[in-house]
């Protein structure tokens, strides 16, 4: 397990930035609205409604902003999809997948991997990076939706249900994922045992 010490200092900094994220930067934006959730938080996604009220919160402290002269809450939130929600999804995959792999490499070397765990590595690799374009996509819909452009039209109400799509697939993917995780691991801890003498 020596040789996997980059993936497991990956998960670290993932860790690092999501909490960040989680605990600063996301907070900051949806005090200046009104302590409304941003749609990258909401797991069941935004419904027409929720949308709305998002978008009538943008909408009023854009005014607001623009009338002090300070960055808005909007310009923060496509800020924050151009920085660290830029570099978050990519590295949240890559770990993913390498904690996959290392469920995999933890097992026993007495014992052949069976066949069932390389397919289940293969699906979560897969699993793992289908969630990487789902929170990607989900981000430029997000921007398209309350980015500072598009506050001075009205809401696009067409992109509303596929905004929650994205979020809901973003989500379910990283559940699978962990779920597939679980399996090789326990697989991993089983095999193990298997191995061990008896006394």
């Given at each position: 397990?020596?040789?996997?010490?980059?993936?497991?200092?990956?998960?670290?900094?993932?860790?690092?930035?999501?909490?960040?994220?989680?605990?600063?930067?996301?907070?900051?934006?949806?005090?200046r609205?009104?302590?409304?959730?941003?749609?990258?938080?909401?797991?069941?996604?935004?419904?027409?409604?929720?949308?709305?009220?998002?978008?009538?919160?943008?909408?009023?402290?854009?005014?607001?902003?623009?009338?002090?002269?300070?960055?808005?809450?909007s310009?923060?939130?496509?800020?924050?999809?151009?920085?660290?929600?830029?570099?978050?999804?990519?590295?949240?995959?890559?770990?993913?997948?390498?904690?996959?792999?290392?469920?995999?490499?933890?097992?026993?070397?007495?014992?052949?991997?069976?066949?069932?765990?390389?397919?289940?590595?293969?699906i979560?690799?897969?699993?793992?990076?289908?969630?990487?374009?789902?929170?990607?996509?989900?981000?430029?819909?997000?921007?398209?939706?309350?980015?500072?452009?598009?506050?001075?039209l009205?809401?696009?109400?067409?992109?509303?249900?596929?905004?929650?799509?994205?979020?809901?697939?973003?989500?379910?993917?990283?559940?699978?994922?962990?779920?597939?995780?679980?399996?090789?691991?326990?697989?991993?801890?089983?095999?193990?045992?298997?191995?061990?003498?008896?006394?």
């Amino acid at each position: 397990m020596k040789r996997l010490w980059p993936g497991w200092v990956l998960c670290g900094l993932t860790i690092v930035l999501f909490v960040y994220m989680a605990a600063f930067e996301a907070p900051a934006i949806s005090a200046r609205i009104n302590g409304t959730s941003l749609p990258d938080t909401v797991v069941t996604g935004y419904d027409h409604d929720a949308a709305r009220t998002l978008y009538a919160a943008f909408t009023d402290e854009l005014a607001q902003s623009e009338a002090a002269g300070r960055q808005s809450a909007s310009a923060a939130y496509v800020s924050m999809h151009a920085g660290s929600d830029l570099l978050f999804p990519p590295m949240l995959a890559a770990s993913l997948a390498f904690l996959a792999f290392a469920g995999l490499n933890a097992r026993g070397r007495a014992n052949a991997v069976p066949r069932s765990a390389r397919i289940t590595l293969g699906i979560a690799f897969a699993v793992a990076f289908t969630y990487l374009g789902f929170d990607y996509v989900e981000n430029a819909v997000a921007d398209a939706l309350f980015g500072p452009p598009s506050l001075k039209l009205t809401l696009n109400a067409d992109l509303v249900p596929v905004l929650r799509v994205l979020t809901i697939g973003k989500y379910l993917a990283i559940a699978a994922a962990v779920a597939l995780i679980l399996s090789l691991w326990i697989g991993a801890l089983r095999s193990r045992r298997r191995e061990r003498p008896e006394t």
